[in-house]
């Protein structure tokens, strides 16, 4: 079964510091993606950045960026130059079982970023 | 583009009564997912629609939960003779493709059943 974890319930940074996030997640496809979704207080979810698992490369967008490790099925997201409005609970996601119809998220159970001035 | 709306943001109902939601997706999305989201919790797939055919329902989607998309384009979900454990926030998300495309969410129906 597809699984997302994050060990991390909550995390705090100062204003223009760097943090990162945790996410380990475990499938059996080969070929897959990944997601980290933001959720601002206010709830609604966007999409932060997107990882392909068959591109070595790990995606930026901006001042997030992720650290890919597929062997280690690990997925760790890093805010460099913290702002204010990053103050967020982030999820990891993990579309759904291979072979379905769905491309349905698996979703870890997040954690709570809050940004201090 | 407006974004996915969803109907109401919030609703209080009592325990036994019945209760509808409603999303609006993002007109050329022909996809559409309903979410539900408990408090401190990521959000759980409770159904999925490909234009106006449900092509998978959890089962956490009980006997009273009904979800339907008529024509392809808003979708409905309806919750019978609510219970207390059905408080939560309802997720509705459209995208336009299958496994890599984003996923687009609404702001939620908040459910408290009394």
């Known amino acids: 079964a597809q699984t997302v974890t994050q060990s991390q319930p909550e995390m705090s940074v100062q204003e223009a510091e760097t943090v990162t996030l945790s996410c380990t997640y475990d499938t059996s496809e080969n070929n897959y993606y990944l997601f980290w979704y933001k959720q601002p207080p206010s709830r609604q979810m966007i999409l932060v950045i997107r990882?392909?698992?068959?591109?070595?490369q790990n995606a930026t967008e901006n001042r997030f960026s992720v650290n890919f490790q597929k062997a280690a099925k690990s997925f760790s997201l890093k805010i460099s130059d913290s702002q204010l409005g990053d103050t967020a609970m982030y999820f990891c996601a993990l579309p759904g079982p291979p072979g379905g119809a769905t491309n349905k998220l698996i979703f870890g159970t997040g954690t709570l970023l809050a940004v201090q001035p | 583009d407006t974004g996915v709306s969803q109907d109401p943001r919030h609703k209080i109902t009592k325990r036994g009564q019945n209760v509808t939601f409603r999303c609006d997706p993002i007109?050329?999305?022909?996809?559409l997912y309903w979410y539900r989201q408990t408090l401190g919790q990521g959000p759980e797939f409770l159904t999925y629609?490909?234009?106006?055919?449900?092509?998978?329902k959890s089962r956490l989607l009980s006997d009273r939960f009904s979800a339907e998309r008529p024509k392809g384009s808003f979708s409905t979900l309806e919750i019978q003779r609510t219970e207390q454990g059905d408080s939560a926030m309802y997720l509705c998300?459209?995208?336009?493709?299958?496994?890599?495309?984003?996923?687009?969410f609404g702001p939620g129906t908040r459910l408290t059943v009394t």
């Open positions: 998300a459209s995208s336009w493709g299958g496994k890599g495309y984003e996923q687009y």
């Open positions: 007109s050329e999305h022909n996809r």
């Open positions: 990882q392909e698992a068959y591109k070595q």
């Open positions: 629609f490909q234009n106006e055919a449900q092509l998978e």
